[in-house]
């Protein structure tokens, strides 16, 4: 197993381009209760560079999203998913998740979307119907980043084979050493054959051959929607092309970055994931350094 400290270099921006040329991502999430989870990995999205960023959500709460970022394009979901599948087939990537909840229909169109070969990040949501399947899907075609917190992780670890699941040894509590976190998330991206962001203090991430602890972020990003923001930071970043390990070592460090620039203006305890946002264009000016 590598090892990596290095860092890969944030996509081209020609001085020249338009919004054709960085990316076109797709956020499917939301729902009554949740509205704000993905205009966070949208929003996140675009601060982060991308050209064009479309939020599939139910119709009833979607003009209520879209006020909070006008400058998202809305995709209302109906019984009819024609119109969000020719979306799907549009988008550079895809982010499954935030806020999506776990009914019928949300599972129905996740596993539509799985069968696609397409750059996903699966979140929340998304990991819990996975989860509650069992089994990891046969007819998985995307190339996907599966972004678990602790919690998440320790559902996805049901879906191992029981030998593997036991020589991973105890999970309660959640291990927080290095060493052991980097095995959960190995035997992880074997299972899956996709690469794993375990979120954490020191973010691990592994595709199974290649592991990079992150070194930023403090308390700040301890709200409810920093999840979503890094959701959509990573989103932003397949949509241009990275290569997923790539992207998502880019997208946490940054992340971490914009947690702390936000903790440095409203104190370790006050940072909203929206604080945290507005801070990534300072991030990606440090990150450059």
Not at 50 to 78: F, R, Y
Not at 181 to 190: H, K, N, Q, T, V
Not at 249 to 255: E, N, P, R, S, T
């Amino acid at each position: 197993m590598k090892i990596t400290k290095k860092l890969a270099a944030l996509p081209a921006r020609p001085r020249d381009g338009h919004k054709g040329m960085f990316g076109r991502l797709l956020v499917l999430g939301g729902s009554q209760n949740m509205i704000g989870a993905p205009v966070l990995a949208g929003t996140a999205a675009l601060r982060s560079g991308a050209g064009l960023v479309q939020i599939a959500m139910p119709a009833s709460v979607l003009a209520t999203a879209i006020s909070i970022t006008p400058e998202l394009i809305g995709l209302g979901l109906a019984n009819n998913d024609n119109e969000f599948l020719q979306a799907a087939d549009k988008a550079d990537a895809i982010v499954i998740g935030p806020g999506m909840g776990e009914q019928p229909d949300a599972n129905t169109r996740l596993k539509s979307l799985l069968r696609l070969n397409k750059p996903m990040i699966l979140d929340a949501d998304a990991l819990n119907l996975i989860s509650a399947a069992k089994k990891w899907p046969d007819d998985f075609a995307a190339t996907a980043v599966l972004t678990p917190h602790p919690g998440e992780m320790k559902r996805l670890l049901n879906l191992l084979p029981a030998s593997r699941l036991k020589a991973l040894g105890p999970l309660d509590p959640f291990p927080t050493d290095d060493a052991k976190r980097l095995d959960i998330a190995l035997a992880m991206a074997e299972l899956t054959g996709q690469t794993i962001v375990l979120k954490g203090h020191r973010t691990v991430i592994t595709d199974g051959n290649t592991a990079y602890y992150n070194t930023t972020g403090d308390s700040s990003l301890s709200k409810a929607g920093s999840g979503d923001v890094l959701s959509g930071i990573l989103g932003c970043l397949l949509a241009q092309k990275l290569p997923p390990f790539d992207a998502a070592c880019i997208a946490v460090h940054l992340h971490g970055l914009a947690g702390e620039i936000a903790g440095e203006q409203w104190g370790l305890r006050s940072p909203l994931a929206r604080d945290v946002i507005h801070a990534i264009p300072q991030a990606i000016e440090r990150l450059k350094w």
